[in-house]
């Protein structure tokens, strides 16, 4: 068959599902998923996000007389307030401030008037009748499912995916083969079932009449449930098994395809149930009366799946194995069943049973099973926990470490008083997870190990002699450094003692302290190795992360905070990968912007002098005339500046501060557009603006401002800054 274009392909496949019989009648309806199905965090907090394109900033953007950055508060929270070296207040927008840093919901921007303003969700549509299409959170992607209403793993015998035409093997080339895709119990992969009088697996033959044989699925119902009172090793084929029972799990609705497994006990037992899928998750009810939800005692669902219960009553009890996707479910699910001696309770499920912790130390062995949820720490959720009491008669270095089984997950966490609601020194979520404190004055406190289901674990606590903490590990012993200085830097040794606006986990951080006599722009430049993450953040107060000047993230370190008043000021840093970075500060009078306007082509390009300057515009006034090389073509309108190096220097261009997803790149020639500058086009995305730096000869340099994408353009701030060599 000869190539096709997609267009033409959905074309003929559209044509297709319309002249097929009962196409367009299916209850489900034979239309592409689209953006519809995926899950989308709420951005009711924003504005609506204005209809018109907003034209930027007008002509003028000084305003009234200063001497201070703190006489230019403009009201608007997304905003960077400062006094411009003229003497005027500046307010640039700020998107950082508005990145609520989900993906799917698209990116927030900041309107210098109105603030923070929701973006446009992602849209995955492909149109294409034979996907459904959904915003995936975790991968940051659009994912096109081939079109299975029924969920059982097998597309609609009319679709096929467009790779396939290609050549290209599976995946990611599909064909469906479904035969009735309202029915999950037909589809080409399953076997034939005896006496239901359908053709299960799509071949043209129903029941014994089918030449490859049938079989009736086993322990599909209560009548055939698989006796597993002895304990051992089970493996229960789901293929061709239907949901027949409701769980707690799904909402009360009956899961795609089920099995029932019974267990009778003669005397109290600990019990422990493991279900596992490969590819997909199962759930695990247990219940009294076999497909009565309302004799469920519980509910569990896990990859793999664990159920725990302690000293379980003798009597009979029913299990209901499921997975939570009928596409795997046509596979097996392994099961293990252990049945121990019943062990008495967790005497320390309460505050009021708290286990005292050894002054020398020790290891402690506990259970997560049948306990409650008593304590709130500032990493742990709902989970249930039992609680251990420190006390110190003086102050000791406390290194705590709570490891499980393979597979568990443990929050462990120190806090100041057993409640409810309490103060979290030092929380860590892990398998294991351990938590250090240094220099822990004496009093009592509170260590709290979270988990879901642990049967046991032990809670090692090392108490040792005090030692001084290392420089810049907390406010009270910050780093001094100087603006304008470069300095190598680790957190090595350190902890994670300082809360940033930006970042809420526990990764170790280091505390600098400068100073500034007068009113500056701050610019800090973070490196470390080629894996590594950064988050910092500019504070006034440290440790209080209301109202701080700048935080921001990224593989390479970026901040600007524009217009700090004299005063100290503290640079938080809080590598998420690695120990040691190399860091720069650049300390600079707060310049006017100049409006850029015209410049939409190489012949009316903006100039930028040597020393660098700051320049506002709006894109959206203008045309697109040239293209990205690291876009693939799909940038939108740009704007040309010049820019001429009379000395060999190292300048950081950054559009930190626009309304939209950023392009920026570089050439260089005495013409334009000159030939392309390696390592010098970005692409910036909510609080990730685009930015680089690089290392110029003496020559003349363009630089291209442009948007992400088509719709991508207004109103943006371009900063060229010099920094040290």
């Given at each position: 068959m000869p190539p096709r274009s997609f267009r033409a392909l959905r074309l003929a496949l559209a044509a297709l599902c319309f002249a097929l019989a009962g196409c367009g009648d299916e209850p489900l309806g034979f239309v592409d998923g689209g953006p519809l199905d995926a899950t989308l965090q709420s951005d009711a907090a924003f504005p609506e996000r204005p209809s018109l394109i907003d034209t930027g900033p007008a002509t003028d953007v000084r305003g009234r007389a200063c001497t201070r950055s703190s006489q230019c508060d403009d009201g608007v929270d997304c905003t960077m307030d400062f006094c411009a070296d003229d003497g005027r207040c500046v307010s640039v927008a700020d998107p950082g401030r508005c990145d609520d840093r989900v993906y799917c919901n698209g990116v927030e921007s900041c309107d210098a008037r109105r603030g923070c303003v929701r973006g446009t969700p992602v849209t995955c549509n492909d149109n294409y009748t034979c996907t459904i299409d959904r915003c995936d959170e975790m991968t940051r992607a659009c994912v096109h499912r081939p079109r299975d209403f029924d969920g059982d793993g097998d597309p609609d015998f009319r679709c096929t995916a467009y790779d396939c035409d290609a050549g290209v093997p599976d995946p990611p080339c599909w064909r469906g083969g479904d035969c009735d895709d309202a029915n999950p119990r037909v589809n080409s992969r399953l076997p034939e079932i005896c006496g239901d009088g359908v053709d299960n697996n799509c071949n043209g033959e129903i029941d014994a009449a089918d030449r490859m044989g049938c079989s009736r699925p086993m322990h599909?119902?209560?009548?055939?449930?698989?006796?597993?009172s002895a304990g051992g090793r089970f493996t229960v084929a789901l293929a061709g098994a239907l949901g027949d029972y409701p769980s707690r799990c799904t909402g009360n609705t009956i899961p795609p395809r089920d099995a029932v497994l019974r267990l009778r006990l003669d005397a109290p037992r600990d019990v422990a149930v493991t279900a596992e899928s490969s590819g997909a998750s199962v759930l695990v009810q247990l219940g009294t009366r076999c497909g009565d939800i309302e004799s469920v005692r519980d509910c569990v669902i896990g990859y793999p799946t664990v159920y725990r219960a302690r000293a379980l009553p003798a009597g009979e009890y029913f299990f209901q194995i499921a997975t939570t996707s009928a596409v795997v479910g046509t596979g097996e699910v392994a099961l293990t069943v252990e049945l121990t001696d019943p062990t008495p309770a967790p005497t320390n499920d309460a505050c009021s049973g708290a286990i005292d912790i050894p002054t020398d130390g020790a290891t402690l062995r506990g259970t997560l099973v049948d306990v409650a949820d008593d304590v709130t720490t500032s990493c742990g959720g709902t989970t249930p926990d039992?609680?251990?009491?420190?006390?110190?008669t003086e102050r000791r270095d406390v290194t705590l470490r709570a490891t499980g089984g393979r597979t568990d997950y443990l929050t462990l966490a120190l806090v100041d008083t057993c409640a409810r609601t309490t103060t979290t020194r030092r929380c860590a979520t892990g398998s294991p997870s351990q938590i250090s404190l240094r220099n822990l004055a004496p009093g009592t406190y509170f260590v709290v190990v979270e988990g879901t289901r642990v049967p046991s674990f032990t809670l090692e606590a090392e108490l040792t002699a005090p030692t001084s903490a290392v420089p810049g590990d907390s406010c009270s012993n910050p780093i001094t450094i100087a603006p304008n200085s470069t300095v190598m830097g680790t957190v090595a040794g350190a902890q994670g003692d300082v809360p940033i606006s930006c970042y809420g986990g526990d990764s170790r951080d280091v505390v600098y302290r400068f100073t500034l006599d007068r009113t500056l722009d701050v610019n800090v430049l973070l490196r470390g190795g080629a894996s590594d993450f950064f988050f910092m953040a500019v504070q006034r107060d440290c440790g209080s992360s209301t109202g701080e000047a700048a935080c921001r993230y990224g593989t390479v370190?970026?901040?600007t905070a524009r217009g700090l008043d004299p005063?100290?000021?503290?640079?938080?840093?809080?590598?998420?990968?690695?120990?040691?970075?190399?860091?720069?500060?650049?300390?600079?009078?707060?310049?006017?912007?100049?409006?850029?306007?015209?410049?939409?082509?190489?012949?009316?390009?903006?100039?930028?002098?040597?020393?660098?300057?700051?320049?506002?515009?709006?894109?959206?006034?203008?045309?697109?005339?040239?293209?990205?090389?690291?876009?693939?073509?799909?940038?939108?309108?740009?704007?040309?500046?010049?820019?001429?190096?009379?000395?060999?220097?190292?300048?950081?261009?950054?559009?930190?501060?626009?309304?939209?997803?950023?392009?920026?790149?570089?050439?260089?020639?005495?013409?334009?557009?000159?030939?392309?500058?390696?390592?010098?086009?970005?692409?910036?995305?909510?609080?990730?603006?685009?930015?680089?730096?690089?290392?110029?000869?003496?020559?003349?340099?363009?630089?291209?401002?442009?948007?992400?994408?088509?719709?991508?353009?207004?109103?943006?701030?371009?900063?060229?800054?010099?920094?040290?060599?």
């Amino acid at each position: 068959m000869p190539p096709r274009s997609f267009r033409a392909l959905r074309l003929a496949l559209a044509a297709l599902c319309f002249a097929l019989a009962g196409c367009g009648d299916e209850p489900l309806g034979f239309v592409d998923g689209g953006p519809l199905d995926a899950t989308l965090q709420s951005d009711a907090a924003f504005p609506e996000r204005p209809s018109l394109i907003d034209t930027g900033p007008a002509t003028d953007v000084r305003g009234r007389a200063c001497t201070r950055s703190s006489q230019c508060d403009d009201g608007v929270d997304c905003t960077m307030d400062f006094c411009a070296d003229d003497g005027r207040c500046v307010s640039v927008a700020d998107p950082g401030r508005c990145d609520d840093r989900v993906y799917c919901n698209g990116v927030e921007s900041c309107d210098a008037r109105r603030g923070c303003v929701r973006g446009t969700p992602v849209t995955c549509n492909d149109n294409y009748t034979c996907t459904i299409d959904r915003c995936d959170e975790m991968t940051r992607a659009c994912v096109h499912r081939p079109r299975d209403f029924d969920g059982d793993g097998d597309p609609d015998f009319r679709c096929t995916a467009y790779d396939c035409d290609a050549g290209v093997p599976d995946p990611p080339c599909w064909r469906g083969g479904d035969c009735d895709d309202a029915n999950p119990r037909v589809n080409s992969r399953l076997p034939e079932i005896c006496g239901d009088g359908v053709d299960n697996n799509c071949n043209g033959e129903i029941d014994a009449a089918d030449r490859m044989g049938c079989s009736r699925p086993m322990h599909d119902r209560c009548d055939d449930a698989l006796d597993v009172s002895a304990g051992g090793r089970f493996t229960v084929a789901l293929a061709g098994a239907l949901g027949d029972y409701p769980s707690r799990c799904t909402g009360n609705t009956i899961p795609p395809r089920d099995a029932v497994l019974r267990l009778r006990l003669d005397a109290p037992r600990d019990v422990a149930v493991t279900a596992e899928s490969s590819g997909a998750s199962v759930l695990v009810q247990l219940g009294t009366r076999c497909g009565d939800i309302e004799s469920v005692r519980d509910c569990v669902i896990g990859y793999p799946t664990v159920y725990r219960a302690r000293a379980l009553p003798a009597g009979e009890y029913f299990f209901q194995i499921a997975t939570t996707s009928a596409v795997v479910g046509t596979g097996e699910v392994a099961l293990t069943v252990e049945l121990t001696d019943p062990t008495p309770a967790p005497t320390n499920d309460a505050c009021s049973g708290a286990i005292d912790i050894p002054t020398d130390g020790a290891t402690l062995r506990g259970t997560l099973v049948d306990v409650a949820d008593d304590v709130t720490t500032s990493c742990g959720g709902t989970t249930p926990d039992v609680v251990y009491r420190l006390t110190l008669t003086e102050r000791r270095d406390v290194t705590l470490r709570a490891t499980g089984g393979r597979t568990d997950y443990l929050t462990l966490a120190l806090v100041d008083t057993c409640a409810r609601t309490t103060t979290t020194r030092r929380c860590a979520t892990g398998s294991p997870s351990q938590i250090s404190l240094r220099n822990l004055a004496p009093g009592t406190y509170f260590v709290v190990v979270e988990g879901t289901r642990v049967p046991s674990f032990t809670l090692e606590a090392e108490l040792t002699a005090p030692t001084s903490a290392v420089p810049g590990d907390s406010c009270s012993n910050p780093i001094t450094i100087a603006p304008n200085s470069t300095v190598m830097g680790t957190v090595a040794g350190a902890q994670g003692d300082v809360p940033i606006s930006c970042y809420g986990g526990d990764s170790r951080d280091v505390v600098y302290r400068f100073t500034l006599d007068r009113t500056l722009d701050v610019n800090v430049l973070l490196r470390g190795g080629a894996s590594d993450f950064f988050f910092m953040a500019v504070q006034r107060d440290c440790g209080s992360s209301t109202g701080e000047a700048a935080c921001r993230y990224g593989t390479v370190g970026r901040l600007t905070a524009r217009g700090l008043d004299p005063g100290d000021y503290y640079l938080v840093v809080r590598p998420l990968r690695g120990t040691e970075f190399t860091l720069t500060m650049v300390a600079s009078p707060p310049l006017a912007p100049v409006m850029a306007s015209g410049n939409d082509t190489c012949a009316t390009a903006q100039s930028i002098p040597s020393g660098g300057g700051f320049y506002m515009g709006n894109t959206a006034t203008l045309r697109r005339d040239y293209t990205a090389p690291c876009t693939l073509g799909t940038t939108s309108e740009d704007a040309v500046f010049r820019y001429r190096s009379d000395t060999r220097q190292r300048v950081q261009f950054s559009l930190e501060g626009s309304s939209f997803n950023t392009v920026i790149w570089m050439t260089q020639g005495p013409t334009c557009p000159g030939s392309s500058v390696p390592l010098t086009c970005f692409s910036g995305e909510g609080a990730s603006p685009a930015v680089f730096d690089a290392l110029l000869d003496p020559g003349e340099y363009w630089v291209f401002v442009s948007g992400f994408n088509a719709e991508a353009r207004g109103a943006y701030s371009l900063s060229v800054l010099p920094l040290p060599m």
